[in-house]
């Protein structure tokens, strides 16, 4: 999956018209261009025009430069998009600190790029820019001075391999000077170099997905006449597709189990390049790599790690490299070497459980180190996720519990259990940590525990409403102080209702 993002900032508009014409050019020329054919045919390419479409509209056709109040650069709010993002080496910019979220303090359109990144597995990236005419790489931010010192990246000679490939396609970016006050050797300069971006795009792509992006500054005037555009897309066509095109370098496979299943979010290590890509749902990941000889190997939580593999790249099509994990069940561990074992039958508690169990309520930071220890002693069962996060930065946790948890079966239902949605209401949430405990404790001795969790994958939510439940206090029995989220809603009155008239 490739994609190419323009207008970003409103006011630059040369790459919200290119990518028109890119569509309209790859949909015309499809089945009779055999260049074009192969690209869309192993490729999946998006391509977005304008992220910020309100910018654009106060923008000027013709204003080579940012209005003095950066109306139209700016989106509506009067931020800079390409500001907004977490930055890797600025935590202040991530929002974390006394229990904030990374959302907080995004624009909408920012929130709608960070999902976008963080939940397809894009590959490579171009992001559209105007006002110079160079191909920019990472790091944006992370030096020393505001300028003029590089922030290289793991993946710097492959960053400056692809920001030449768009550069040496194009007639005036490769010369360095197409733009009178710039000199850029061969067209190409590392982001921090030129100039520190903070909370930059292009670095948000590469430190928290699977994307490379790189910046490609298109025209020395940013909002130039639409006379001047069938220049633009002469000067880009080639860059455009040449790019598009290096998708298909490196390595590429899939990440299986032993009965052929495809292995989520498993790691793909190249030894000697400190950055990690990841395997999509489907067990598919690929690795952008240069040409060369790399030791490859693949890991995923619960499996043993692969064996390393030599794995040599040629420049065009990409090595294919697949790896199959073996499930790490912790069978050998306790094992005796001697023959004669004596037979050990745990007592159980009048409660069904085989180690001691204190019965209290359990705060978040308690909640948390529950499921994570439970998670840690019975690896083969359960796995612990989650599915977002709540108004105050915690967690939103579910534990599944089953044989070979993370793993979609049609043969398995699949079934949720929800407690402390309403924050003050905690009996469920200390019976669901309970429950965990007792399947956990009894899988594989139980008979009927053992054939609900060969048959079920269960997914059990303790709490919906932590910030509700950090407000409450023990032992009131009536009042509303923690009913509802940090911000005074009843979750329970916040979904659609197929009865009433939803906004939209």
């Not at 890797?88 to 910019?93: V, W």
Request: net charge negative.
């Amino acid at each position: 999956m490739v994609k190419y993002v323009a207008n970003m900032h409103g006011d630059e508009a040369v790459g919200r018209e290119l990518l028109v014409y890119l569509a309209q050019y790859l949909l015309n020329n499809y089945g009779k261009d055999e260049r074009v054919t192969k690209l869309v045919n192993n490729t999946d390419i998006y391509l977005m025009p304008s992220m910020n479409p309100d910018g654009f509209e106060k923008s000027v056709e013709g204003n080579c430069n940012s209005k003095g109040d950066y109306s139209g650069r700016e989106n509506a709010n009067h931020v800079d998009l390409n500001r907004n993002f977490p930055d890797q080496f600025y935590k202040r910019t991530n929002y974390l600190q006394k229990g904030g979220s990374i959302l907080d303090g995004r624009q909408n359109e920012t929130v709608a790029m960070m999902t976008w990144i963080a939940t397809e597995p894009f590959v490579l990236s171009g992001n559209l820019h105007g006002g110079a005419v160079v191909a920019s790489y990472p790091y944006d931010s992370g030096s020393a001075l505001p300028c003029c010192v590089e922030s290289k990246s793991p993946d710097d000679e492959l960053f400056k391999y692809l920001a030449h490939t768009y550069a040496d396609n194009h007639p005036q970016m490769r010369t360095g000077n197409a733009c009178s006050h710039d000199v850029f050797q061969g067209g190409v300069i590392n982001g921090a170099y030129w100039y520190e971006v903070i909370g930059g795009m292009q670095d948000f792509n590469y430190a928290r997905s699977n994307a490379f992006e790189i910046t490609f500054e298109l025209s020395c005037c940013k909002y130039p006449t639409a006379s001047n555009m069938p220049k633009y897309w002469r000067l880009n066509k080639e860059s455009l597709i040449k790019y598009l095109e290096q998708a298909h370098i490196g390595v590429k496979g899939l990440v299986r189990d032993t009965n052929g299943e495809p292995i989520e979010a498993a790691t793909i290590i190249v030894h000697g390049i400190n950055h990690n890509v990841s395997s999509t749902h489907r067990g598919e990941y690929w690795r952008l790599l240069l040409p060369g000889t790399y030791n490859i190997h693949a890991e995923a939580w619960g499996y043993r790690p692969s064996d390393q593999i030599n794995v040599t790249v040629m420049s065009g099509e990409p090595s294919i490299v697949n790896f199959t994990l073996t499930q790490d069940t912790y069978d050998d561990q306790g094992k005796l070497k001697s023959n004669e074992v004596e037979e050990f039958i745990r007592p159980i508690d009048k409660y069904g459980f085989f180690h001691n169990t204190e019965f209290k309520h359990h705060n978040y930071i308690a909640m948390e180190n529950y499921l994570k220890e439970l998670n840690l002693n019975y690896p083969n069962i359960t796995r612990l996720y989650s599915i977002g996060e709540s108004v105050k930065g915690r967690q939103l946790y579910v534990m599944e519990v089953t044989e070979n948890p993370g793993k979609h079966s049609q043969d398995k239902p699949e079934v949720k259990y929800i407690g402390n949605m309403h924050g003050d209401e905690v009996v469920g949430r200390e019976i669901l940590l309970l429950l965990l405990k007792y399947l956990c404790e009894n899988f594989e001795t139980n008979e009927r525990v053992t054939k609900i969790l060969k048959n079920v994958r269960l997914h059990v939510m303790p709490s919906m409403n932590p910030d509700g439940y950090e407000i409450f206090k023990e032992g009131t029995i009536y009042g509303v102080r923690g009913r509802a989220n940090a911000k005074g809603v009843d979750l329970n009155r916040n979904f659609p209702d197929q009865y009433e008239t939803n906004d939209v």
